[in-house]
């Protein structure tokens, strides 16, 4: 990035702020969409306190 060839120095400031953004961006989409994904799963959990007879 630091030799690469730009037509203007707002371009590699482009190409540093993406650089930059997208992990952030990933890490944020993957979080919502892993709790977005625990509120449908179904959980076992067995009430052993009452037995039926």
């Given at each position: 990035?630091?030799?690469s060839d730009f037509r203007g120095h707002p371009m590699k400031l482009?190409?540093?702020l993406v650089i930059l953004m997208v992990p952030?961006?990933?890490t944020f989409l993957y979080?919502?969409?892993n709790q977005m994904t625990k509120k449908d799963f179904?959980?076992?959990e067995p009430n052993f306190?009452?037995?039926r007879n």
């Amino acid at each position: 990035m630091i030799r690469s060839d730009f037509r203007g120095h707002p371009m590699k400031l482009i190409w540093a702020l993406v650089i930059l953004m997208v992990p952030t961006l990933g890490t944020f989409l993957y979080i919502r969409m892993n709790q977005m994904t625990k509120k449908d799963f179904r959980r076992f959990e067995p009430n052993f306190s009452k037995h039926r007879n």
